[in-house]
């Protein structure tokens, strides 16, 4: 991975409102680790510029789902009439993210390599 494209990526994720350039060490650790999942995913040694976008909304997905940016989205529903609020429940929560993390697979498809088997009788194995 290259230094330039790791800083393009952790700038794009500072981006986010609720993060400052103080957040910049754990974006850099969570970056790293998604770099790291997407190459392993597609079978690559390296990350193709148009994945930058990819890789830094799944950084900003997985510190939302950590916690480390908190976001309203744990509120399930709210009632003004005698006030009511509803959060969701862990479990769904998690189900939820495996869930969105699904939904990068129709992006990443593209950018996949195939590893094919290889035959001794060939002379390449």
């Known amino acids: 991975m290259e230094k330039n494209q790791l800083q393009r990526i952790?700038?794009?994720v500072l981006e986010h409102p609720k993060l400052s350039s103080d957040d910049e060490r754990i974006v850099?650790?969570?970056?790293?680790?998604?770099i790291l999942q997407i190459q392993a995913?597609?079978?690559?040694?390296?990350?193709?510029?148009?994945?930058?976008?990819?890789?830094?909304?799944?950084?900003?997905?997985?510190?939302?789902a950590d916690g480390y940016i908190q976001s309203n989205k744990d509120v399930a529903s709210i009632t003004r009439g005698d006030t009511s609020i509803?959060?969701?429940?862990?479990?769904?929560?998690?189900?939820?993210?495996?869930?969105f993390m699904k939904n990068y697979e129709c992006q990443?498809?593209?950018?996949?390599?195939?590893?094919?088997?290889?035959?001794?009788?060939d002379g390449r194995g």
């Open 28 to 34: 850099t650790r969570y970056t790293k680790r998604v």
């Open 108 to 121: 990443l498809v593209h950018f996949k390599k195939i590893k094919l088997p290889t035959d001794s009788k």
């Open 10 to 12: 952790v700038q794009e």
């Open 86 to 99: 509803t959060y969701k429940d862990q479990a769904s929560t998690y189900q939820n993210t495996v869930e």
């Open 41 to 64: 995913h597609c079978n690559r040694d390296d990350l193709p510029e148009a994945l930058e976008a990819v890789a830094s909304q799944i950084v900003e997905d997985m510190l939302i």
